[in-house]
């Protein structure tokens, strides 16, 4: 956990409000903002979040709006089986 202090843009909080996100979609944002403070790519790792309260299903919904306009996703993780 950091300390201190996180901007939110208000173009993501009036945005957020527009498509009426949830508060999964808040939670990943603030996350991504406060982790991207000190870094040009963020892992969004599902047991960090399930730290804020947010379980697998509520990040896979959260990524949906935030890719909406705010975030790109490069996706990392075991290779898909070709066979």
């Given at each position: 956990m950091t300390y201190g202090f996180t901007k939110f843009p208000n173009t993501w909080r009036i945005s957020l409000a527009k498509?009426?996100?949830g508060g999964?979609?808040?939670r990943v944002a603030f996350y991504l903002l406060d982790q991207g403070r000190w870094r040009e790519r963020v892992?969004?790792?599902?047991?960090?979040l399930r730290k804020l309260g947010?379980?697998?299903d509520g990040k896979r919904s959260a990524l949906r709006?935030?890719?909406r306009g705010y975030i790109a996703i490069t996706a990392y993780g075991c290779p898909k089986n070709s066979d």
């Open positions: 498509v009426r996100a999964c979609a808040y892992t969004l790792s599902t047991v960090a947010v379980n697998r709006q935030l890719l």
